[in-house]
């Protein structure tokens, strides 16, 4: 099935520790996402890519990292630099090239970290 | 800069009952694109329907229906016999130029939709 995964459903981390988050898509699609959505809150953009080895900052990328070397594949850090990081993480992705966004995104499972 | 605005944060329907989602949008351009998707309990968004600036026709699909008012930059979503299986989380979204020169998703606070039986 063609689809969004992202990995681990649960994620639990200690306060100065990066972590990264997994998300890998078989659609062959050429964008991707990455989101943040706290309770109550909207999702707001961290980073995209639009194509592999290229991506950009969002509304909301102090404190995270991504890397984009295969088309498949957008992982997301969360590095100790990022100050509340406690969250329901969504990765997304597009058929786009050019990031017209004139397509529907598609969307992982989500991951949910947590800070202890 | 765009915004998306819902101002309902949660609604309670009993089952069976009619039930309209607002939201309202702003945008500089031209050419944009709405959406609304549907997040259940389990987490994943799930797409419901995409609307283009130049096209205002409402649509239908089953018991959903959307009313596109660009007059009043209004993108409103109404759910006819609400189910249970209605209950969920659901964003308004829209796609347009951001500040950076490219397009993105721009999504609302969302509103809760709770169905009682």
């Known amino acids: 099935d063609g689809g969004i995964t992202q990995s681990p459903k649960y994620l639990f981390r200690k306060e100065g520790q990066n972590v990264t988050l997994s998300c890998e898509q078989n659609l062959n699609h050429d964008a991707m996402y990455w989101y943040r959505q706290d309770p109550g809150q909207g999702l707001r953009l961290i980073y995209y890519s639009q194509i592999v080895n290229d991506f950009q900052k969002g509304d909301i990328a102090e404190g995270y990292s991504v890397s984009r070397e295969k088309k498949e594949s957008f992982p997301l850090t969360v590095t100790s630099a990022q100050k509340n990081p406690t969250a329901f993480y969504l990765c997304?992705?597009?058929?786009?090239?050019?990031?017209?966004?004139?397509?529907?995104?598609?969307f992982g499972q989500g991951t949910r970290l947590t800070v202890v | 800069a765009q915004k998306v605005t819902q101002a309902q944060t949660e609604i309670s329907v009993v089952e069976k009952e009619d039930v309209t989602l607002d939201c309202v949008y702003e945008?500089?351009?031209?050419?944009?694109?709405l959406f609304w998707y549907k997040q259940p309990p389990s987490g994943e968004l799930v797409f419901l329907i995409r609307r283009n600036s130049f096209d205002e026709q409402n649509e239908i699909s089953g018991r959903y229906s959307w009313n596109f008012q660009k007059s009043t930059s209004s993108f409103n979503f109404t759910i006819t016999a609400s189910q249970v299986v209605d209950s969920a989380v659901y964003f308004c979204a829209l796609s347009g130029l951001s500040g950076a020169g490219s397009y993105q998703l721009t999504f609302g606070k969302g509103t809760k939709l709770s169905v009682i039986p």
């Open positions: 945008t500089r351009d031209t050419t944009y694109y």
């Open positions: 997304a992705s597009s058929i786009d090239a050019v990031g017209t966004m004139n397509t529907e995104a598609f």
